[in-house]
């Protein structure tokens, strides 16, 4: 199966061979849980978000003919985004709890603030500034492939990257930013 392409084994996977459904899973699952656990902040949503996204590719009948990573990373950012809307129905404040150790400040470490404060920057962008920044800072897919994945052109790809720094800048700005 390792010598299948992605789309042969998405195929394979409809005429229910789960080898290649398995294989699909081993190399997609720790992509898609990095791009859900940085739009989401909690790694029990992101590995939820990932194990819906991949139930519905293995349930439902898609046509992928090309570019299956572009494919799946637009569902996972689309499940992330789905996730983010049922919490905030319940909880406008869904990022919250993933700051929680600021409880105890002696015992948070100089690292471990810088990179809640990161997160934190990251959570506060909006959706889509936040889904492109992730795909770039991330996952280091280029700007061509993550406007593919987001289904814009190059140019408002750029462009929404260069919102999503500009509005950083801003946040960091504003925060006392431990140097």
Request: proline share 2%; no cysteine.
């Amino acid at each position: 199966m390792k010598n299948k392409t992605d789309i042969e084994l998405y195929k394979l996977t409809k005429t229910g061979d789960n080898a290649a459904f398995e294989e699909l899973f081993r190399r997609y699952h720790q992509k898609g849980f990095n791009i859900a656990f940085r739009l989401l902040a909690s790694p029990e949503a992101a590995e939820d978000t990932v194990m819906e996204t991949f139930v519905r590719l293995y349930e439902a009948d898609y046509n992928i003919k090309v570019d299956f990573p572009a494919y799946f990373y637009r569902a996972v950012i689309n499940q992330s985004y789905n996730h983010i809307r049922s919490k905030n129905k319940e909880n406008r404040l869904f990022g919250e709890a993933a700051f929680s150790q600021k409880d105890d400040p002696m015992n948070v470490t100089l690292e471990k603030l810088k990179e809640q404060q990161a997160e934190k920057a990251l959570l506060s962008l909006p959706e889509r500034q936040r889904a492109a920044f992730v795909l770039i800072a991330y996952e280091g897919l280029s700007y061509k492939d993550a406007a593919n994945v987001m289904k814009i052109s190059v140019k408002a790809f750029e462009a929404l990257i260069s919102r999503a720094r500009e509005n950083l800048k801003k946040v960091f700005k504003d925060m006392d930013v431990v140097k």
